[in-house]
């Protein structure tokens, strides 16, 4: 079965860092697609960016130039760098690996991201 384990969430203040992490672990097929979703208190999940094993990107408008989506396929393990964090970027970031090839989601617990004002 295939795990999805993410780290780095916390409390910041407005306009500092966080980096995230998500170690996969288990069979996954070297043609895919991993990416961050969040829920914000409130609110439906929602796109945060995608990286395929081939290093495209795709974000949201909102984080576009403030946060960074990289991966390590060696590893399994997929990134997001984020800064200038903002308080409606407070959120559960959920990561997700999507297999094209036998169209199946997988998805971690969430780790919480908090953003003072």
């Known amino acids: 079965q295939v795990q999805l384990v993410e780290s780095g969430g916390g409390l910041v203040q407005a306009g500092e860092s966080l980096g995230l992490s998500c170690a996969a672990s288990?069979?996954?097929?070297?043609?895919?697609?991993m990416g961050w979703y969040r829920q914000a208190p409130g609110k439906q999940r929602e796109l945060v960016a995608t990286?395929?094993?081939?290093?495209?990107?795709n974000s949201a408008d909102s984080v576009k130039g403030r946060f960074t989506i990289s991966r390590d396929n060696a590893k399994n393990t997929v990134y997001l760098q984020m800064n200038s964090l903002k308080p409606e970027d407070t959120a559960v970031y959920y990561c997700?690996?999507?297999?094209?090839?036998?169209?199946?989601?997988?998805w971690g617990k969430g780790t919480l991201v908090t953003v003072s004002p």
């Open positions: 997700n690996v999507h297999q094209p090839l036998y169209g199946v989601d997988y």
């Open positions: 288990g069979y996954i097929f070297t043609s895919n697609i």
């Open positions: 990286i395929t094993s081939g290093g495209s990107t």
